[in-house]
């Protein structure tokens, strides 16, 4: 007959997200060198994790969605949705996604949505209006809250992410996990020890 075998485990699993959030983390570190737990931790922001926790740690490193992954999630997206659409409209969608899958998922979502209320557009030009017009995207991506950040630096050449937050009303941790990195990726800014200085053109 066939042999069972069963496998029992001993161990939990524990998820902290955002761990760079953590403000002690040296109350985890007794539970962490124990046999009792396993953790998962996840952070966008390495750098901010203090050694003796990140000493405790196997790090693994995620690469960054390229282009035809985002195509191929807002193509998804919109199957899901009902719509079976060109990959020409999949793509200009994908160009506005910010290169960010939460945000292709998001876009496609809202984008089929008002499918629905106004019907596909005929052409490309037309998708662009309506990105403008409902969503207040800008080519690329760009919201109203990145060009005001992008003005305000442009005109200052360098400041503080205090004042910038205070300037265009955006809390400091939404700049630093929204905007900043997009535009980083677009060559715009450079953080540095005395701020955020402008780099564009």
């Known amino acids: 007959g066939e042999e ?21 983390p040296e109350y985890l570190y007794p539970i962490m060198d124990g046999n009792d737990y396993t953790f998962i931790i996840l952070t966008n922001e390495f750098d901010v994790l ?26 998804k997206s919109l199957n899901l949705t009902g719509y079976d659409l060109s990959f020409e409209i999949c793509e200009l969608i994908a160009s506005y ?4 899958p939460r945000v292709a ?9 008002l499918f629905k209320r106004v019907g596909v557009p005929a052409n490309l030009n037309d998708l662009e209006e309506m990105l403008q017009l409902y969503f207040n995207l800008s080519k690329g991506g760009f919201t109203e809250y990145d060009k005001a950040y992008l003005n305000f630096l442009k005109d200052n050449k360098i400041a ?13 941790q939404t700049i630093q996990t929204e905007i900043e990195p997009f535009l980083i990726k677009n060559n715009l800014i450079r953080i540095t020890s005395r ?3 402008y780099i564009g053109n």
């Open 4 to 24: 069972v075998y069963k496998f029992s485990f001993n161990f939990r699993i524990h998820v902290l997200d955002e761990a760079h959030r953590i403000k002690e």
């Open 50 to 75: 203090k050694e003796p926790f990140l000493n405790r740690c196997i790090v693994f490193s995620l690469l960054p969605y390229d282009e035809q992954e985002i195509k191929q999630i807002v193509r």
């Open 97 to 100: 996604s910010r290169g960010n």
């Open 105 to 113: 998922k998001i876009l496609s979502k809202r984008i089929s949505l």
């Open 160 to 172: 503080a992410i205090d004042t910038i937050s205070r300037i265009i009303c955006v809390p400091k």
């Open 195 to 197: 701020g955020r200085t």
